[in-house]
């Protein structure tokens, strides 16, 4: 672990992020000591785990001399946000190449994460699946030529130097827990391209902490997230220079509370998000964090843990795409059919 210290790492989060009770949701739900590691937090444009993976990413970005961010996802994306964020405070520009265009949804149509790419001035570019790579190439090729440094950040920076923010957050959790005097067993997050479960999963196990820790998923297709997170714990092991290794049978993936698919609204993360709200005034989204909630909730209903277990909510922000979810939210809250629940802006 000595290695991560003399990594190259640039401060945009503050740190450590709190470690609370949450034990109005733990009695609503009958189920064991929930704590909320609050990554939300983080305090980069409304926080979120991206700004720890940004800490790493982004002090290699400058030390190659970058000016210019290249990156992207989907309209809504908490990754082009905190990374558009992450450029502008260190005095760079931001390029975010979207997936789209998407019928029946208006681009210009501002609200949540994508108002906020218009509002930090970030460069945005649309691109259709079958062109991705091509615009990327260009825009890339283009910035060069009007004399700029770009310098290309992978979606959700999950590569082996964004997934040290959370080896690093795993060590901060710890310590927390030691001063607390709880030990914990078991750690449940959202998981999207998987780095951030990389970290969680690489640290705990360099430590021997005995914590376990659970990803959902928010799409469907566990086998392949399983893979691509063991091959991800065991690059980054190598990038750290610790002789350690997983497999598959170490990794704990649930993704039966992703529904349908990425984005779209269940009543289960529905019911995440209100309960949330209601037991602890705590903010989730329909996208990650009411999924990982979700997976929470069910897990306790089915009697997974044991009462004296005592278990990790890690939120990890995201709270910008809560908004443009408001007509299918306001539906359930009232007990009515929801209107869609496959947002417009995912095609
Ligand atoms: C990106 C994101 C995740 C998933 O993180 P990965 O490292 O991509 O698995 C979880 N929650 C929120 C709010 C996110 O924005």
Redesign the pocket.
Known sequence: MMKLCALPRVRLANLPTPLQEAPNLSKALGGPRILVKRD?LTGLAFG???TR?LEFLMANALREGADVIVTGAGFQ???CT?AAAAARRLGMRCVLIKRGPVDGYDPEEYDGNHLLHFLMGAEIRVATRGSIRRVYEETMEELRERGYHPYLLSA???TPP?VMG?VNALLELLSQAVEMGVKIDYLI???????????LVLGAKALNTGIKVI?AA?SPGRERMTKSVVELVNESAEYLGLDLKVGEDEITIYDEYAGPGYGVITDEKAEAVKLAAETEGLFL?P???GT?MAALIGLIREGFFKKDDTVVFLH???SA?LFPYKAPLKAYGLGRPMPWRKPPWSG
């Open positions: 939300d979120g785990n991206k993976k994306s908490n990754w905190q959700a920076g999950s964004g959370y997050h959202a998981s999207g391209s998987g780095g951030t479960m990389a970290g990803g928010v989204d996208v990650y964090t990982s990890t922000g995201g795409a």
